[in-house]
């Protein structure tokens, strides 16, 4: 039904506005005590062979929504409710932020794509983080944390910026992802540099306080291979739980959407099937170079059973859509999960890990 009478409906207004009416929407749901229940016998789905526990957290699957698509948190009941395993929000910033003046949202349906340069719009860590204290969830929440869109905060005030988000989040998030690599503030890649990544690292003292949630770090796409392993020996150094791969690409490359369209949108991260192959080859590439010992989530390009194989293959642990939301609709959790655990049974494995397990024999 989502692709034949939703999203032709949508798809008929710009992105900007089908984004936050879909988030309006998602948020009433998620207030209502019949449409949760309503929502969760439409798209629920549930296989013993696709929990895992992970980083000390209990993952019913390990399909989740990634950061960008419910920036303030207002949607997390419906996502456990169509079946999500796990939810990450934001990214939130210390300040509140409008973000960049629109549109700054766009589809490349030719391509299965978005681009977007949002700029972090977000209501700010105080408001968001009174929200998800409220949240009682049974799955796993992750919080996206970056730097405020503000390019006057540079140098040490930048450091204390992300310190003010992650004190205020430590002790509601189930882990907390920092994104280093958001391609849509003026100032660009701050901490996608080895010096002020580890800056950063080490004012967040995470190897030094075991209460702390779980801290992952999130890579652009757009990574050469050595700068990849500058960051990933910081990251190994300052001892962080895991990496999310990857976030957005300012690249073009290989589209099949008219130059003069992709022109025309300008500047932005550019998601979805786009993006596929390039993620799937840097979580091979953390994963190689951590030996398998941390968590990677992966996403970029993501709609279906056969793009989540290819991902756990490479290394991911765990799975991330949003451009596959949009364009495969809710139903979409539920397809992976199903293809995932038929999958496993035809292959004669017992548990999802088996997947990745191959590739390490």
């Known amino acids: 039904m989502y692709k034949y009478l939703i999203r032709p409906f949508l798809f008929r207004f710009p992105a900007d506005y089908a984004h936050e009416a879909t988030i ?33 957290l209990n993952f019913p699957n390990p399909v989740g929504l990634a950061a960008g698509f419910d920036k303030n948190g207002t949607t997390c009941r419906l996502m456990e409710k169509i079946g999500f395993g796990f939810v990450e929000v934001g990214s939130i910033t210390a300040n509140p932020s409008i973000g960049n003046p629109k549109p700054r949202s766009f589809r490349l349906p030719q391509d299965q794509s978005l681009i977007n340069r949002l700029g972090l719009n977000n209501d700010g860590v105080q408001t968001i983080s009174r929200r998800l204290r409220k949240l009682n969830l049974n799955i796993p929440l992750g919080i996206n944390i970056a730097k405020t869109h503000d390019p006057s905060i540079t140098g040490e005030a930048a450091v204390q910026d992300y310190k003010t988000s992650f004190d205020h989040l430590k002790d509601i998030a189930d882990y907390i ?11 660009g890649k701050t901490f996608e540099e080895p010096e002020p990544l580890n800056s950063l690292l080490t004012a ?24 990849l392993d500058e960051l990933i020996s910081v990251c190994e150094e300052n001892t962080v739980d895991g990496y999310v791969a990857t976030n957005t690409s300012s690249r073009r490359e290989g589209l099949s959407t008219p130059k003069n369209v992709i022109r025309n949108i300008g500047r932005g991260g550019l998601s979805g099937s786009a993006i596929k192959k390039r993620s799937t080859e840097m979580i091979a590439k953390i994963h190689a170079q951590t030996k398998g010992e941390k968590m990677i989530i992966g996403v970029g390009g993501i709609s279906s059973g056969r793009d989540a194989i290819e991902k756990l293959k490479a290394g991911a642990d765990l799975l991330q859509v949003y451009t596959g939301l949009v364009y495969e609709g809710p139903g979409i959790v539920k397809k992976i999960n199903q293809e995932l655990a038929e999958y496993l049974r035809k292959n004669g494995y017992e548990h999802i890990y088996h997947i990745r397990k191959i590739r390490d024999q």
Do not use: M
């Not at 967040?204 to 050595?226: G, M, N, Q, R, Y």
């Open 204 to 227: 967040l003292e995470i190897h030094k306080d075991a209460s702390l949630p779980p801290v992952l770090v999130k890579f652009s796409v757009d990574l050469d291979d050595t700068k």
């Open 177 to 187: 992802t920092l994104n280093i690599s958001c391609p849509n503030t003026e100032e």
């Open 24 to 56: 309006k929407f998602s948020a009433s749901v998620s207030r209502s005590k019949w449409l949760l229940k309503t929502s969760k016998s439409i798209y629920a789905y549930s296989d013993a062979s696709l929990k895992q526990n992970i980083i000390g």
